[in-house]
């Protein structure tokens, strides 16, 4: 003879066999919820845009000051030591930013995780000149704008360098990847990282 089994029991099995299932599903539904935007306001593009302007036109100004006495040499000074030196003096308040690249000279300005992708999408169109941004968490957004090879780049990045200074250059940096440019190539990134406007609000 068959034993029936009451409703309580039946009640108490459908508990135990959901209860796992609910907690699975709102666990999913939190970590959908949880993920950030990607969106960053016009005014936040502008404020990155103002903040990476200092270091846009430092550099260029101590580039063509070293070409300019025509010492190429120097020139590859200005890139390893004062660009980095210049992005360190300008990193306060939270704000962090540098240069990168695709084909590296210095490995130390390996793009960041964040950073690929937006390179990526540059290679894919390098003649769209659009600065880019993300907002990589609640606090804070992340923006690059292009380096195109301009006319005095070409001296130390073109597809035809002066023996002596490639000499110089490979002895500094002998996996070096950052040569065979042409005028206008897509030599890279600058970027920024830099608080976001947590506190605007909107009109109501």
């Known amino acids: 003879m068959s034993?029936?089994?009451?409703?309580?029991?039946?009640?108490?099995?459908?508990?135990?066999?959901?209860?796992?299932?609910?907690?699975?599903?709102?666990?999913?539904?939190?970590?959908?919820?949880?993920?950030?935007?990607?969106?960053?306001?016009?005014?936040?593009?502008?404020?990155?845009?103002?903040?990476?302007?200092p270091l846009k036109e430092q550099l260029v100004d101590a580039l063509t000051g070293a070409l300019q006495e025509g010492d190429a040499e120097s020139a590859i000074a200005v890139c390893r030591e004062i660009a980095p030196q210049i992005a360190a003096e300008l990193s306060v308040d939270g704000v962090r930013m540098g240069r990168t690249s695709h084909r590296l000279r210095n490995p130390d300005n390996a793009p960041e995780p964040w950073i690929e992708p937006l390179l990526a999408a540059y290679l894919e169109d390098p003649e769209n000149p659009k600065p880019r941004a993300v907002r990589l968490d609640d606090s804070t957004i992340g923006y690059v704008e292009p380096i195109y090879a301009m006319s005095f780049c070409l001296s130390c990045h073109g597809p035809s360098i002066e023996p002596a200074l490639n000499e110089t250059i490979l002895s500094l940096y002998p996996e070096d990847q950052a040569t065979d440019f042409r005028m206008n190539d897509l030599r890279g990134l600058f970027w920024v990282t830099l608080p976001s406007d947590t506190g605007t609000e909107t009109d109501t």
Do not use: D, H, Y
């Open 3 to 53: 034993e029936k089994k009451s409703p309580r029991i039946r009640r108490a099995r459908v508990s135990i066999l959901c209860g796992p299932i609910l907690g699975v599903a709102l666990l999913l539904a939190g970590c959908q919820a949880a993920q950030p935007t990607t969106e960053v306001s016009p005014q936040e593009m502008e404020r990155a845009k103002n903040t990476l302007q």
